[in-house]
C-alpha cells in the first residue's frame, strides 16, 4: 500500500449544493478514497487517497457518471472573475420576468392550446427531448444510480404533460428547467464573487535579481531566498524581508486596514500588497501557496468543508423532500385525477434554493470578512459566534498592546544593572514571547552587546533557560522561579501593577525585572459593544500574577483568573462547555494556541503572518485591531439572520407553491416559471452581506 496523499482537483460544472453532494458520493466510492470534500465555492475536490489504487482518471471518470460535470484540463483552469453585481441581477430577475410575463400572455390567449393542436404529438415530443436531452441524461444517470434529483420532479412532470398529449406544456417546462438552470449558475457563480475576486488579487508574475540581471518570471517560478524587484503601483509577489529602498505599502488585501504603511530595510512585507510612492527590493521567505495571502485563500476556499449545523439540516432535509414531494403529486392525482395538477405539483418544488439557502449566505459572509481582514474558517464558526455567550480573553498582547517596556532593573549578588540586563536578554534571544522583546530593547536602548546563548529551551508560561558565557541563566516568572518571590523589592513592584521576571544565574537569583504593559486604547469600547450584542460572561486569563491582573480586570468591569499555565486556560474553556455555553476564546496565538483551539471558536489577534494562530484559530484578526472583534461578531449574528430568512422564504415558496398546485390553481408551465424566482431572491439576500458597513 503506497502512502497516503491529499489530492486537490478542480471541478467544473457545479451550480447547487446537491451537484457537490452527488459529485461526492462518486468520489467516496471509488477504491483506495480514504476520504472526500467537495467545495462548491472554491469549485474543487480535496481528496485523500491511496495513489496505488487510485489515480486521476479513475476520478475524472467518476466526477462524468455523476452528471454533467469534468475535471479541467491543467490548461483550462484560468477562468475570468463572475462579477455578478446589481445590475446584472436585476437584469436576470427582469429576463425571467419578461419570460414569465410572456408565458402567462401565452396562455391566456390561447396560443399555447393551438400550437398543441396543429403541430403532430410526435414532433412535439422530438423538440421536447431535442431541447431538454442535457437535463434528462442527468436525471437518467441518477435514477440508474438510485438517486432522486431535482430535475427528476420535473422530469417527471414533462412525461406527465406528455401523456395527455400536452407537449407545448411540456416543452414550456423543459423551457423553465433551462431557465432554472441558469439561474441556479448565476446564484452560484454570484456566491463565488468574493472568492474569485480574493484569488484574483495574487500577482502572476515577479522580477528576480538572476545572475546579476533582472528577469520577469512567473510567481510559481520564485525561490525562497532570491530577490524580488518591486516597482511602485505594483503588487508584492512573495513575503519576505526589505533589503534596500522605501515605499508605502496598502495591506489591505491583508489586513482589511485602508491606510497605507512605511516600509524600509527591515520591514517585513506580505504578497499581494500594494507598492505605493517607492520601490522595493526584497528577499523572498515565504512564496506562492505558503504566503499569508495564499494561506489566507486556501482557508477562505476551504471554509465551505467546516458547515454549520442548520446547513447540515438543509441537506438532510433536502434528501427527505423529493421523495415526500412524490408521494403528495401522487396523492393529488389520487384524489384529483387530474395528471396536470399532479405534473404542476412537482415542477414547483424549488428543493436547489433550500440547499442553496445556507451555503450561498455562508460563502458570501466568508468571502465578504477575508476582504475586511476578518478570516473565519467555517460556517461551524459563524453559527457558533451568532449564539456564543462567554468570552474568555488573553491579556499580554491581546487586551494590551503586547510591547510592554522594562521599566526597572534591580540588580543583586554584586552584579551590576547592565550584567543582570546583559544575561537576561541573552538568554531571550531566541524567544518569541513579548516580555523577550522588551528585554532585549532594553539592552539595545543601552547599548548592551548580546552573547549567543547555548542550549536554549523555553518553558511555555513561565520564562526560558540557556546557557550564556558558560553560565546556565534562568529568566522567568514566580512560579519558575518561587525563591524570588520574598524578595522586598517585589511587593513593591508588583502593587504598581507591572510585570516581575526573575534573572537567575548557575542557580542563585541575580536580579529582578520589572515591565508594564498597555492596554489597548479601543478595548473598552469593544467590550462594551460585545455585551451589547449578548455576550453574558467576559473573562481574563493570564499568567501574570493577580497583583497585576486585578487592576486591569477592575478597570475593563470583567471577571479574571490569574497565574494560569496554558494548560489551565483550557481546563477554563472546558469549565464552562461542560455548562452549556458556548465559548470564543480570544489569544494572540502564542502561549494560549491550545486554548484557542478548544474553544468553541478560537480568535486570534493580528495573525497576518503568524504560522501558530493561523493554524491554532477558527477566526483570525488580520491586524491588532479590538475594533474587529465586535465586527466578527456582527457578521456572523448577520449572516445568520440571512440565512434563517433565505430558509423561512423557501419554506413558505414551496409551500404556497405545492397548495396552489395541489388544488389546481398554478397550472404546471407557471409552477415551472415559479420554481427559479427563490434561487433569485436567495441570491439577493445573501449579496448583502458584501456589504463593507452594515448595521450592529
Not at 467544473?12 to 467545495?39: F, N, R, T, Y
Not at 390567449?109 to 403532430?120: C, K, Q, S, T
Not at 468571502?367 to 474568555?392: Q, T
Not at 471558536?601 to 493580528?606: K, L, N, P, R, Y
Amino acid at each position: 500500500m503506497a502512502r497516503p496523499q491529499t489530492w486537490e482537483i478542480p471541478i467544473k460544472g457545479m451550480d447547487c449544493a446537491e451537484c457537490a453532494w452527488h459529485i461526492q458520493q462518486a468520489i467516496a466510492g471509488l477504491p483506495g478514497v480514504e476520504s472526500v470534500q467537495v467545495l462548491l465555492g472554491a469549485e474543487k475536490a480535496i481528496i485523500r487517497l491511496d495513489p496505488g489504487q487510485v489515480d486521476l482518471s479513475a476520478i475524472r471518470r467518476a466526477v462524468a457518471a455523476a452528471g454533467d460535470y469534468s475535471v479541467p484540463d491543467e490548461a483550462s483552469l484560468a477562468r475570468p472573475i463572475d462579477n455578478l453585481s446589481r445590475r446584472p441581477l436585476a437584469l436576470l430577475a427582469f429576463v425571467v420576468g419578461l419570460v414569465l410575463i410572456a408565458v402567462v400572455a401565452g396562455e391566456g390567449l390561447g396560443l399555447f392550446r393551438a400550437l398543441n393542436e396543429r403541430i403532430p404529438l410526435p414532433i412535439g415530443i422530438a423538440l421536447v427531448i431535442a431541447g431538454g436531452w442535457p437535463v434528462f441524461r442527468n436525471v437518467i444517470r441518477a435514477t440508474l444510480r438510485g438517486r432522486i434529483i431535482s430535475h427528476t420532479l420535473m422530469t417527471l412532470g414533462v412525461l406527465a404533460a406528455l401523456t395527455v398529449g400536452e407537449w407545448v406544456t411540456a416543452a414550456l417546462l423543459v423551457l423553465f428547467m433551462r431557465v432554472g438552470e441558469s439561474v441556479e449558475n448565476a446564484t452560484t457563480a454570484g456566491a463565488r464573487r468574493a472568492i474569485r475576486e480574493l484569488t484574483a488579487l495574487a500577482p502572476q508574475t515577479a522580477r528576480v535579481e538572476r545572475d546579476g540581471a533582472e528577469v520577469e518570471v512567473p510567481v510559481t517560478d520564485v525561490q525562497v531566498g532570491e530577490t524580488v524587484m518591486v516597482r511602485p503601483g505594483e503588487r508584492i509577489p512573495v513575503d519576505g524581508e526589505v533589503l534596500a529602498g522605501r515605499a508605502t505599502v496598502d495591506q489591505a488585501t491583508i489586513t482589511g486596514e485602508s491606510m497605507p504603511v512605511e516600509v524600509a530595510a527591515g520591514s517585513f512585507v506580505f504578497a499581494a500588497t500594494i507598492a505605493q510612492l517607492g520601490s522595493l527590493r526584497v528577499r523572498a521567505l515565504r512564496v506562492g501557496a505558503d504566503t499569508t495571502f495564499g494561506r489566507v485563500v486556501k482557508m477562505v476556499e476551504e471554509a465551505e468543508a467546516h458547515r454549520a449545523d442548520v446547513q447540515r439540516f438543509a441537506d438532510r432535509f433536502s434528501a427527505y423532500y423529493l421523495p415526500i414531494v412524490i408521494g403528495i403529486a401522487a396523492l393529488t392525482w389520487l384524489i384529483s385525477r387530474n395528471p396536470l395538477a399532479a405534473a404542476a405539483v412537482l415542477v414547483v418544488v424549488c428543493s436547489c434554493s433550500i440547499a442553496l439557502a445556507t451555503p450561498v449566505a455562508m460563502l458570501a459572509s466568508i468571502g465578504g470578512g477575508a476582504r475586511r481582514g476578518l478570516l473565519i474558517k467555517g460556517g461551524r464558526y459563524v453559527e457558533a459566534l451568532a449564539r456564543a455567550d462567554v468570552v474568555l480573553v488573553d491579556k499580554t498582547g491581546t487586551l494590551t498592546l503586547g510591547r510592554p517596556q522594562i521599566t526597572d532593573v534591580i540588580a543583586l549578588d554584586g552584579r551590576t544593572t547592565d550584567e543582570v540586563l546583559v544575561l537576561a536578554a541573552s538568554a531571550e534571544r531566541y524567544s518569541e514571547h513579548p516580555l523577550a522583546e522588551a528585554v532585549r530593547a532594553a539592552a539595545r536602548a543601552r547599548g548592551l552587546p548580546l552573547s549567543e546563548p547555548q542550549d536554549f529551551t523555553a518553558v511555555p508560561g513561565l520564562g526560558v533557560r540557556a546557557r550564556v558565557n558558560g553560565e546556565v541563566v534562568t529568566v522567568g516568572s514566580r512560579r519558575l522561579l518561587p525563591e524570588a518571590a520574598s524578595l522586598p523589592q517585589v511587593r513593591q513592584l508588583e502593587e504598581q501593577g507591572k510585570t516581575t521576571l526573575f534573572v537567575s544565574c548557575n542557580g542563585g537569583i541575580i536580579g529582578v525585572l520589572a515591565a508594564a504593559d498597555t492596554l489597548r486604547p479601543e478595548v473598552p469600547q469593544a467590550l462594551a459593544e460585545l455585551r451589547a450584542g449578548g455576550v453574558k460572561h467576559m473573562e481574563l486569563l493570564t499568567g501574570d500574577d493577580e497583583r497585576v491582573a486585578a487592576p486591569l480586570a477592575e478597570q475593563l468591569g470583567v471577571a479574571y483568573r490569574a497565574g494560569l499555565l496554558p494548560e489551565d486556560k483550557i481546563r477554563v474553556v472546558e469549565e464552562y462547555q461542560a455548562q452549556g455555553h458556548t465559548v470564543v476564546m480570544i489569544g494572540d496565538g502564542v502561549n494560549d494556541a491550545p486554548a484557542l483551539a478548544k474553544a468553541d471558536v478560537g480568535i486570534a489577534m493580528g495573525a497576518a503572518g503568524a504560522d501558530i494562530a493561523l493554524e491554532a484559530a477558527h477566526v483570525a484578526l488580520m491586524r491588532e485591531d479590538w475594533a474587529l472583534v465586535p465586527e466578527v461578531f456582527r457578521l456572523a449574528r448577520r449572516t445568520m439572520g440571512v440565512v434563517k430568512m433565505n430558509l423561512a422564504f423557501t419554506a413558505v415558496y414551496n409551500v404556497v407553491g405545492l397548495t396552489l398546485a395541489a388544488l389546481g390553481i398554478l397550472p404546471p408551465v407557471l409552477a415551472a416559471a415559479a420554481q427559479s424566482l427563490p434561487d433569485v431572491g436567495i441570491l439577493a439576500n445573501s449579496m448583502r452581506l458584501l456589504r463593507m458597513n452594515y448595521p450592529t
